[in-house]
């Protein structure tokens, strides 16, 4: 639960404000991967998994933003 209150406040900031402004038009599935992407990424010191079956695919649809 800790996780989504952080998760929650990162959304307020200033790196979650520029990936939307950014992805203004996109749809809400390239918004979602987008925001998931960079909080993972603005916290190293997490260990995340990712399930096998999105293992590679992902990797080819990287917005923009990243």
């Known amino acids: 639960m800790e ?3 952080l998760f929650a406040h990162w959304l307020e900031g200033p790196e979650a404000r520029r990936i939307s402004a ?3 038009g996109c749809g809400i599935g390239e ?3 987008a925001f998931a992407e960079a909080y ?3 916290r190293p010191e997490v260990q995340w998994s ?6 590679g695919v992902r990797e080819g649809q990287r917005v923009a933003a990243m």
């Open 3 to 5: 996780t989504d209150q």
């Open 22 to 24: 950014q992805l203004e």
């Open 31 to 33: 918004r979602l991967w």
């Open 40 to 42: 993972r990424r603005s």
């Open 50 to 55: 990712v399930p096998e079956a999105d293992r």
